[in-house]
T-cell receptor
Framework: GQNIDQPTEMTATEGAIVQINCTYQTSGFNGLFWYQQHAGEAPTFLSYNVLDGLEEKGRFSSFLSRSKGYSYLLLKELQMKDSASYLCAVKDSNYQLIWGAGTKLIIKP | NAGVTQTPKFRVLKTGQSMTLLCAQDMNHEYMYWYRQDPGMGLRLIHYSVGEGTTAKGEVPDGYNVSRLKKQNFLLGLESAAPSQTSVYFC??????????????FGEGSRLTVL
C-alpha cells in the first residue's frame, strides 16, 4: 500500500527553528509537495522537490532524499503566523497525489 | 482574480437528502479535483476531471457523483447523504503545462454536516 508518515503535532518557540519530517512509501515517485494549512482555511503551496537536495525559499526550506523515501520542511525564525498544519504529499507513478495526515505546528511565544 | 470558489461554504443536511457543491475556477485550468478532509487523515480524492466533459473516480468515490459540463465548473453531488459524508470538502485545480510542478490551487472549503 501507499503510505505517507509525518508527526501529528509539534511545538516550537517563536524565533526558533523547527524541522518537520515526512517519510513515504509509494508506488513510484514523481515529486513531493509541502503545503501549509491554517485552521479553517484551504491548503496553500509551499514547496516542490523532485530531485535530491535542498530547496530554499526565504525562511522555508525543503529537503528530499529519494533513496531514503524522506523529506523535511525546515522553518527558520519562527513567527506566530507559522502556527498551522503542514501537509506532505507525494505524486505517485500515476501522477496522483498521496497525502499525509499533516503535522500541526504550535508556536509558543 | 477570484481563483477557486466553492459554494456553499457551510451546509447541514438530514440523512437521505441530496445536494450539490459547486466549484468554479477562473484560471483556465484543465484539471479539477474534489477532496474530502477528515480529522487525523490526509486529503482523500473523491473524483477528478482532466478536462471539460471528462470525469474519473478517485480513492473514495462511493456516494458521490460529479459533472464537468463547462471547463470552469466542477460539480460534486450527493444523491442520498449519509452521516459518514460529514466532512470538509475541498475543490482544487491545476495547470496542464508540462513544465509546471503540478501545484494545486484550492478553494476555501465547504463544511458539510449530515445529521
Amino acid at each position: 500500500g501507499q503510505n505517507i508518515d509525518q508527526p501529528t503535532e509539534m511545538t516550537a518557540t517563536e524565533g526558533a527553528i523547527v524541522q518537520i519530517n515526512c517519510t513515504y512509501q509509494t508506488s513510484g515517485f514523481n515529486g513531493l509537495f509541502w503545503y501549509q494549512q491554517h485552521a479553517g482555511e484551504a491548503p496553500t503551496f509551499l514547496s516542490y522537490n523532485v530531485l535530491d537536495g535542498l530547496e530554499e525559499k526565504g525562511r522555508f526550506s525543503s529537503f528530499l532524499s529519494r533513496s531514503k523515501g524522506y523529506s523535511y520542511l525546515l522553518l527558520k525564525e519562527l513567527q506566530m503566523k507559522d502556527s498551522a498544519s503542514y501537509l506532505c504529499a507525494v505524486k505517485d507513478s500515476n501522477y496522483q497525489l498521496i497525502w499525509g495526515a499533516g503535522t500541526k505546528l504550535i508556536i509558543k511565544p | 482574480n477570484a481563483g477557486v470558489t466553492q459554494t456553499p461554504k457551510f451546509r447541514v443536511l438530514k440523512t437521505g437528502q441530496s445536494m450539490t457543491l459547486l466549484c468554479a475556477q477562473d484560471m483556465n485550468h484543465e484539471y479539477m479535483y474534489w477532496y474530502r478532509q477528515d480529522p487525523g487523515m490526509g486529503l482523500r480524492l473523491i473524483h477528478y476531471s482532466v478536462g471539460e466533459g471528462t470525469t474519473a473516480k478517485g480513492e473514495v468515490p462511493d456516494g458521490y457523483n460529479v459533472s464537468r459540463l463547462k471547463k470552469q465548473n466542477f460539480l460534486l453531488g450527493l444523491e442520498s447523504a449519509a452521516p459518514s459524508q460529514t466532512s470538509v470538502y475541498f475543490c482544487a485545480s491545476r495547470n496542464l503545462d508540462r513544465g509546471d510542478t503540478g501545484e494545486l490551487f484550492f478553494g476555501e472549503g465547504s463544511r458539510l454536516t449530515v445529521l
